[in-house]
């Protein structure tokens, strides 16, 4: 990666106070000429369009009337927090789940009726490594290249092998790998055929920092070479690398844009407050009228809360006191993310 | 969808499941040692007491002697008459399908020269592949032809009651005339065998996908249900191939099993024998949740297989319901279909009562698991 801000090799868990950089949104753009404007919501250049999309298993509803729009060459995020829907949309949109309702499109076909030619241009990643664990590196990569019947398997298998600097370890069993390496070799995996849309389900879970930082150039790499990926992560750094994005709960969209724009539309205030004793208090602000949220992020204490006045009056008699730091910060996409959740459990 | 089979994706699977299973060494081996194993094991014999076995009368004399020692067949309780045929032609025929389990031969002039004290013979073939079935029936015989015309025996003729007996019974068993149960048993291994590694293999193979999570990534691309199933069935194909060998070769040089029928025409049926078992091993997959379970449904199908199909115990000596079960379950015919081709040296025309019932029952199967098959994974 090329460019790298300097807040991103800080702590993963710290919410960052100030927006996108533009630079870094704009990254890897350039590389590929044939991209149209990400920003143009024009039909053509949506590589996934479907509105209304609902699933329900057993009576309970999985994904609720969800309505997505993903540009080309845009990586896009998909947050929320466990068991909201997001792989049952992931897998929605590549045709391993039948919509109960809803309809659109995923690279200009069907979602309900096309899944057959779908699912040639997606490379799908699955949450959880889904290649054969007593099949070898070399194997899993030539069984997938006869699936999707390549015309030059072996030289398409060797140049996969290559790019993943794995040449050497080709006859090494996949399950034998560690959980960097699985999570490359799937992509690999489902980049053999060169889908031109990607639907990685949490790749990077259980994966380590560095690993991570490898996996998310590969896919602004990928994202310049003109490929949309659609991502799914509990990784708040990892948010703050996509393009734009959704978040969404309980089966609900209840955000959609670039990180600023959904920090900015939250209408989340936040007070960052640098304390001798951060859980004292943070024991005596919680419950008070207007703080909704109280986080300790190490030695600061997060106060967030919807409506500024309520909070500023509530707050007010601690920032007299004097003892501590407050600052108004900008609220963090983690800040706004908690808030949505328990506004939508409320409404839910 | 409306695609069409394509090789190069059903080769795939192939491939894999070729790789899958030679790295699985400890199955492979399974799939080996279990009828080596199982035909050590099975050297001993198992008995039962069948009654009313079918019998066909050929009878060239109709006389009021030859009907009382017909009823006297009956009223043995081991015996009964199914079938008058009107020619030894189409008694042969009964035998060698296995439609009759004896013949009875009444020859021309029996009364008459019953009544002239000539002491005539009748003639009751048995078929004997199956020792078991046939061993109490024909030691009901000689009692039979001590007492069965005393009745018919009056006046004149009253001499000749008691001993010796009025005429003699000659009994011909046929197929396996020294009665060596392995003839019997081993023959049906084989079935039993291909039925247990050939369900439990494929209802495996699947339910790993599934297990795995690698099921998720194969529906993801687009692989087509056929191609799956076809492409796991093949290696499997092989391995049954290998079994029926293995076994032949055992049956030939351990046990002396006489192989009076074509080879090529038993390696032709076992195709359809295999492809039933496999079939079923598919269903199980597409219902099953795990490994576990498709373990549990392969022996939920095996054991009445093995209990009703006349490999255990004499099929005839089953009641009718259990016939009727029996008669369902693809190894029963099999059973007949192998010792009637090794043992009866029958070919394709013997062998095709029983070959349409297994194509039956496959093709029933392959219609229910291909409509299960879940191309996606709700």
């Known amino acids: ?348 | 969808m409306s695609e069409r089979f394509a090789w190069h994706r059903f080769i795939a699977v192939v491939m894999k499941e070729f790789i899958q299973m030679r790295r699985d060494r400890l199955t492979f081996a399974m799939m080996v040692g279990i009828p080596l194993i199982q035909l050590v094991l099975f050297g001993f014999a198992i008995n039962s007491d069948p009654k009313n076995l079918p019998t066909a009368v050929l009878s060239a004399d109709h006389s009021e002697f030859s009907r009382s020692f017909v009823r006297a067949l009956e009223n043995s309780s081991y015996f009964k008459v199914t079938a008058q045929p009107a020619s030894e032609r189409e008694a042969e025929r009964m035998i060698a399908e296995g439609e009759v389990q004896f013949v009875v031969n009444i020859p021309q002039n029996f009364s008459r020269r019953l009544q002239r004290g000539e002491h005539p013979a009748i003639l009751i073939e048995a078929d004997a592949t199956d020792p078991t079935a046939v061993g109490n029936a024909v030691g009901a015989l000689s009692q039979l032809a001590q007492s069965a015309l005393d009745h018919d025996l009056r006046g004149v003729l009253q001499p000749l009651q008691g001993k010796p007996a009025p005429f003699e019974v000659r009994l011909h068993r046929r197929y396996n005339p020294e009665g060596i149960t392995q003839y019997n048993i081993v023959p049906g291994l084989m079935g039993v065998i291909l039925t247990m590694t050939m369900i439990m293999q494929t209802g495996l193979a699947m339910t790993r996908e599934r297990e795995r999570g690698t099921m998720e990534n194969l529906l993801a691309t687009p692989v087509r249900p056929f191609e799956v199933m076809a492409g796991k069935i093949v290696p499997y194909i092989m391995v049954g191939y290998i079994q029926v060998t293995l076994i032949l070769l055992a049956a030939r040089l351990i046990f002396g099993v006489p192989i009076l029928g074509s080879v090529m025409l038993l390696y032709i049926v076992v195709l359809a024998f295999i492809a039933a078992n496999l079939s079923v091993g598919l269903m199980f997959s597409t219902v099953a949740k795990n490994q576990m379970q498709a373990m549990q449904m392969t022996f939920f199908f095996f054991l009445p297989s093995m209990l009703l199909s006349g490999f255990m115990f004499p099929f005839r000596g089953m009641p009718e319901w259990a016939q009727k079960v029996g008669s369902v379950l693809p190894l029963t015919h099999f059973l007949r279909m192998v010792r009637g081709i090794l043992l009866k040296g029958n070919g394709l025309l013997e062998t095709l009562p029983h070959l349409w019932p297994i194509g039956l029952f496959l093709l029933t199967v392959v219609a229910i698991g291909l409509k299960r098959y879940r191309k996606t994974l709700d």
């Open chain 1, 1 to 348: 990666m090329q460019q790298r801000s300097p807040k991103q090799s800080k702590e993963p868990n710290l919410p960052l106070p100030q927006a996108y950089p533009e630079g870094h949104k704009g990254e890897g753009r350039g590389e590929g000429a044939a991209i149209a404007n990400p920003t143009s919501n024009h039909p053509s250049s949506l590589v996934i369009n479907v509105e209304g999309l609902s699933k329900r298993f057993n009576g309970l509803l999985a994904v609720n009337n969800l309505a997505l729009q993903v540009r080309r060459g845009e990586i896009y995020g998909f947050l929320g927090p466990n068991g909201s829907g997001k792989t049952t949309t992931i897998r929605m949109l590549c045709g391993l789940l039948t919509p109960d309702g809803g309809r659109g499109t995923c690279l200009g076909y069907d979602v309900i009726r096309e899944t057959a030619l779908i699912k040639r241009q997606v490379g799908y990643m699955t949450q959880r490594f889904s290649l054969y664990e007593d099949l070898s590196i070399r194997e899993n990569l030539d069984f997938t290249a006869r699936i999707y019947g390549m015309a030059n398997r072996r030289r398409v298998v060797d140049q996969a092998l290559e790019r993943l600097g794995l040449g050497d370890r080709q006859k090494q069993l996949a399950g034998n790998l560690s959980g960097g390496w699985k999570q490359r070799l799937a992509l690999a995996a489902c980049m053999l055929h060169e889908p031109k849309l990607l639907l990685l389900d949490e790749p990077t879970a259980g994966v380590d920092p560095k690993a991570r930082r490898d996996f998310w150039d590969e896919i602004h790499r990928l994202a310049g070479e003109g490929i949309t990926v659609l991502v799914s992560t509990h990784y708040m750094d990892e948010a703050e690398r996509c393009h734009r994005l959704a978040y969404i709960a309980y089966g609900t969209l209840l955000a959609q844009g670039t990180v600023a724009e959904v920090v900015e539309n939250s209408g989340i205030v936040t007070w960052m407050v640098e304390c001798a004793d951060v859980y004292a208090l943070g024991a005596q602000l919680r419950g008070r009228a207007g703080i909704e949220q109280v986080v300790p992020f190490g030695n600061v204490l997060h106060v967030s809360g919807t409506d500024r006045a309520l909070l500023e009056q509530s707050i007010a008699p601690f920032r007299e006191l004097g003892e501590c730091r407050w600052t108004a910060i900008q609220p963090g996409l983690e800040d706004v993310f908690i808030q949505m959740m328990e506004g939508a459990r409320d409404n839910v």
